[in-house]
């Protein structure tokens, strides 16, 4: 089993940018995918960006154009990099792990989850 962690969350101003991080244990996480998502209260996990083994990505339309997931398997870790932050972007933030070579976007194929990080953003 792949563990994951969050950091690098916090307090931060709109218009900011913020690099969350994902470290990873256990099990090589190298060869699935890792997808991030965000969850506002009293709402369901949305799906923010995925990255698949070949460094394939997916984007949602809500961060597409100011965010930038990438990994770093030497670190074991994968990155969000957000940009020009909103205070609507205002959650908590979890990266997950999917057992499977391709990114979908359904949080349900997610099997490992990290405890989540709050992002809040000010404005």
């Known amino acids: 089993q792949v563990y994951v962690q969050e950091s690098g969350g916090g307090p931060v101003q709109a218009g900011d940018s913020l690099r969350l991080r994902c470290a990873t244990s256990?099990?090589?996480?190298?060869?699935?995918?890792i997808g991030w998502f965000r969850q506002f209260p009293g709402k369901e996990r949305e799906f923010l960006a995925g990255?698949?083994?070949?460094?394939?990505?997916k984007y949602a339309d809500s961060v597409k154009g100011r965010s930038t997931i990438s990994r770093d398997n030497n670190k074991k870790t994968i990155y969000l990099e957000m940009n020009n932050l909103k205070p609507e972007d205002t959650a908590v933030y979890f990266c997950?792990?999917?057992?499977?070579?391709?990114?979908?976007?359904?949080?349900?194929?997610?099997?490992?989850w990290g405890q989540g990080i709050q992002v809040t953003v000010s404005s």
């Open positions: 997950a792990v999917r057992y499977d070579l391709v990114v979908l976007p359904d949080p349900e194929g997610f099997t490992s």
């Open positions: 256990g099990r090589d996480s190298s060869m699935y995918a």
């Open positions: 990255i698949d083994w070949k460094n394939s990505t």
